[in-house]
């Protein structure tokens, strides 16, 4: 086993670190959430410093990567700047795209991509009465005499959806019964004619806003469907794996950050005449904070190693989800509690770091859903033969 960084990653480090300290001032940030956006200028910057090109093959013009250099790219993107960000999406949408896309529609992405800056599309998978229970999804397209299909219904939460120029839409197939387990991914402009989008409000995340998406009769043509027809949830599916475990590097960065903070404030407050420091429930605090970070992050290198190795880590990546997003939020909440009344105001960060790493419990598949995701697979795996 070897935890050491190889140069480039250190490099890799290095460069991430210059690159937030000069963008995520907390002036700056604070700007971003109230505006519930990023500048086009950020976008520029991020798309020139070429983080958003990692882990897209080089013949696409991208930074081939393994994925345990993606996870570190994405954990200490979050320690750095203390924000959960939209920047590092395109990857993950790059990958969909790749795995599952035609040649044109990835080399349109790309293109796109690199003149903009902007993540090829969201993602619109979850409606209001079809969240965890995906199969009770009614959004449908259905074939038209011309060959066209209309698509009609609703999607919901969707990060991004008003701000991306795609959105990846995962409907029906003819029929939206519940019976009916034929899906399909389809590549949506966010310009077309009889989709809208309404704002939704988060409590954390603010940077990257939801909404809600309604299609009323969107003419759909056969070039905008991703991968095969009926075979757009299993595809998803797939790619989940991926997503929980680059969900969990920033909430490992995020839970970084707040560890940081609430490490040295513990040297610097005085109360009863000693600081912090010297009580051994403080220190007990940061004993557990710490244990978490790092039984989260030796399980997240450990997965994505599995990964790189061609490995399944159906079991790992739902196990590491739920933990990792559970102890990420305590380690917040703990952080805040070290701070005291300090800790329940907007002078500190604590609140925001502890609000947007609330968010991972749900988002990506909630704690409840991975029990059931790995719950199933570890009976079958220690039962007697
Ligand atoms: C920050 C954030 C970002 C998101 N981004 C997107 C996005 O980009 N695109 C998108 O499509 N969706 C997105 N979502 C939606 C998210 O995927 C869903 O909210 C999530 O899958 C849960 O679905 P639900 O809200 O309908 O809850 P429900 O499915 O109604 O569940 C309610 C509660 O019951 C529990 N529960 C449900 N079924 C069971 C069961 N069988 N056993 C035990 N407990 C159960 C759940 O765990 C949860 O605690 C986002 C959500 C959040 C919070």
Not at 25 to 45: F, G, H, P, V
Not at 358 to 383: C, H, N, P, S
Request: aromatic residues 10%.
């Amino acid at each position: 086993m070897d935890f050491s960084y190889t140069d480039e990653q250190e490099l890799l480090v290095d460069s991430i670190k210059e690159f937030c300290e000069r963008f995520f001032t907390e002036a700056k940030i604070r700007d971003m959430y109230e505006k519930e956006s990023m500048s086009d200028e950020l976008i520029q910057e991020y798309l020139e410093a070429g983080f958003g090109l990692m882990g897209i093959p080089e013949e696409l013009g991208g930074i081939p990567c393994d994925m345990q250099t993606l996870g570190l790219l994405t954990e200490e993107f979050a320690h750095y700047s203390g924000v959960i960000t939209p920047l590092l999406n395109n990857t993950l949408a790059m990958r969909d795209l790749i795995d599952f896309g035609s040649e044109e529609q990835v080399a349109e992405a790309m293109e796109a991509y690199c003149e903009t800056g902007k993540p090829t599309f969201s993602l619109g998978f979850s409606e209001p009465a079809a969240g965890s229970d995906n199969m009770n999804m009614s959004c449908v397209t259905k074939k038209q005499a011309d060959g066209t299909y209309l698509l009609n219904g609703q999607k919901t939460w969707v990060t991004q959806g008003a701000a991306f120029p795609n959105i990846l839409v995962v409907s029906k197939d003819e029929d939206p019964s519940r019976e009916n387990k034929g899906m399909s991914m389809w590549l949506v402009p966010l310009e077309t004619k009889g989709l809208t989008t309404a704002p939704l409000h988060k409590i954390g995340q603010q940077i990257m806003p939801f909404c809600e998406v309604y299609f009323d009769d969107v003419v759909l043509t056969e070039d905008m469907r991703v991968g095969e027809e009926g075979q757009g949830f299993y595809n998803l599916m797939k790619n989940f794996e991926t997503e929980r475990c680059l969900i969990v590097a920033q909430a490992i960065g995020v839970a970084q950050a707040a560890m940081d903070d609430a490490a040295a404030y513990v040297s610097e407050r005085m109360t009863f005449g000693k600081p912090l420091a010297n009580y051994q429930l403080i220190q007990l605090k940061l004993v557990e904070m710490e244990t978490a970070i790092q039984n989260s992050r030796n399980m997240l290198y450990k997965t994505l190693w599995k990964m790189d190795n061609g490995e399944s880590v159906r079991i790992d990546s739902a196990l590491l989800k739920r933990y990792a997003c559970q102890e990420a939020t305590k380690v917040a909440s703990e952080a805040m509690q070290i701070y005291g009344g300090l800790g329940f105001t907007t002078e500190t960060r604590l609140g925001r770091l502890w609000a947007d790493l609330r968010g991972f419990q749900i988002a990506g598949g909630t704690d409840e859903i991975m029990v059931y995701i790995a719950g199933r697979q570890l009976a079958k795996q220690y039962a007697r033969k």
